[in-house]
């Protein structure tokens, strides 16, 4: 019998090609295109397998604070290898780089929380967030009070559930999705949804307002928790207007509605302080992290939730015996080590202080591209920050078909050797956070110099 792709050929794009099934990738186009292997990384840069180079604009996939060949974090893996390579926390067992890791995230919570579950990934995290909020308010009686609430351009994941969640087209296209009782709200994206002359403090209040509008006419009892993300990341790097958080909180509080801060992208320095939730001003009642929580070397994600949903949790579990959720690798040792030494290397480096100090270099020269011929915005804050092209600036019009201008300079810039991430026509960058000022400045000459060459392609 021939297996399926025998007749590919050895080389790794060939068998990429017949064997690999690519997350968020155009499959058609990759079946011609094939893949661009990567084979090694060494401080914020990667190599691909022709040996040419590219600094990691984006920490892959907005992960690796620390870049690549930190040997701490390789030592910290082997020796928890070595001593307890893999066991469950199920059922009253436990571990120490667990118990540690838990310990620790606390003492570092925005707010006080008071335990820490632990998942693989973002969307494990917001998915068990959904489920600990409907078993919250099962257990305090309000079967009916299980909506939750999203915004447009939000993103936080994948699962089903926080697939649901995540308000960008893709993914709800013909996965059937969303799932009953997700509400989308308005997008705090002032420069696409502020109106002529409104302020960003104007905008706030009117999205506070739509928002107030929305719970009243499903009704507040009908309605759990929000989600958000301190920043917007995959929906094109939305930082929301002056005073947003600070409304809609009080909105929320009102109607006894709580506050979920994905902090899956922001945490652990992105924005310029250790949490997102704290350059913006939030109170969560539950927070999600993972990705810089172990520099994204090994998978690993976290929930923090108050005492009060905790005690409503105990409550119910009492009622029913087991608590019913978990995951084979909830707080993996491996894993929770290495997250373990990252947070310890964040303090010894202060990497929150290193953010601050390379921050105005980056946004600095980010927002200078505002005046391109092609950039409408350029919006960002700390090491993250977002370019959104248009073709034209006085009106805001944007290209026709959508992404097709952003694919087009992605590749550019790619060639240019820095890997971004387009969004739709928004290009992001999210570099690692240990990137030096010099480097930074490489980062947007390599960027400006394909901005430069999309410029006759795009306008003709
Ligand atoms: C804000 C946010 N939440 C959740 C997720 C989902 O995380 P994962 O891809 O690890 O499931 C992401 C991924 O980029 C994210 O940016």
Redesign the pocket.
């Known amino acids: 019998m021939t297996a399926p792709g025998s007749t590919a050929g050895n080389s790794a794009a060939s068998r990429d090609k017949a064997f690999v099934l690519h997350p968020y990738t155009n499959l058609d186009v990759h079946e011609t295109q094939g893949p661009m292997i990567i084979e090694r990384g060494e401080g914020i840069r990667v190599f691909d397998d022709g040996g040419k180079d590219y600094i990691e604009g984006m920490a892959s996939?907005?992960c690796v604070s620390l870049g690549w060949g930190e040997e701490r974090l390789v030592q910290a893996a082997t020796r928890q290898m070595r001593q307890l390579s893999t066991y469950h926390i199920f059922g009253h067992k436990s571990h120490e780089p667990g118990i540690d890791l838990a310990e620790k995230l606390i003492g570092l919570a925005p707010v006080p929380m008071s335990k820490v579950f632990f998942a693989n990934?973002?969307?494990?995290a917001?998915d068990t967030a959904i489920k600990l909020i409907w078993y919250y308010n099962n257990a305090l009686g309000r079967p009916e009070k299980k909506k939750i609430l999203s915004r447009q351009r939000a993103?936080?994941?994948?699962t089903v559930a926080?697939a649901s969640l995540t308000g960008l087209p893709n993914n709800h296209r013909d996965f059937d999705l969303p799932i009953a009782r997700i509400l989308h709200g308005d997008c705090p994206h002032h420069y696409r949804n502020g109106l002529e002359g409104e302020s960003e403090e104007a905008f706030a209040t009117r999205l506070a307002e739509q928002l107030e509008a929305l719970i009243l006419a499903e009704g507040p009892d009908t309605i759990a928790a929000m989600f958000a993300?301190p920043v917007m990341?995959?929906g094109g790097v939305v930082v929301p207007p002056a005073t947003y958080f600070a409304k809609i909180q009080a909105v929320l509080k009102k109607y006894d509605i709580l506050l979920v801060a994905?902090e899956?992208?922001c945490g652990f320095g992105r924005t310029g302080n250790f949490w997102g939730s704290q350059t913006m001003g939030m109170q969560p009642d539950i927070l999600?992290c993972?990705?810089q929580l172990s520099s994204g070397y090994l998978p690993i994600?976290a929930v923090m939730v108050t005492d009060a949903i905790y005690r409503a949790c105990v409550e119910e579990s009492r009622k029913i015996g087991t608590f019913g959720h978990g995951y084979t690798y909830s707080a993996h040792p491996v894993a929770a080590a290495v997250a373990l030494e990252t947070l310890k290397i964040y303090e010894e480096r202060d990497i929150v202080g290193h953010v601050r100090s390379v921050a105005p270099a980056f946004q600095g020269r980010l927002k200078a591209l505002a005046e391109h011929p092609l950039v409408g915005e350029a919006r960002g804050i700390g090491l993250i920050g977002a370019l959104e092209l248009v073709a034209d600036k006085a009106t805001r019009t944007p290209f026709d078909p959508p992404g097709r201008a952003g694919a087009l300079l992605n590749g550019l810039v790619q060639d240019n050797g820095l890997i971004v991430r387009a969004m739709g026509d928004s290009i992001a960058l999210c570099p690692p956070l240990v990137i030096s000022e010099a480097e930074i400045h490489e980062v947007f000459d390599r960027l400006t110099k394909a901005l430069y060459s999309a410029v006759p392609v795009l306008r003709g």
């Open positions: 996939l907005w990934s973002g969307s494990e917001n993103y936080h994941g994948v926080t993300e990341g995959a994905d899956v992208i999600t993972a990705k994600s």
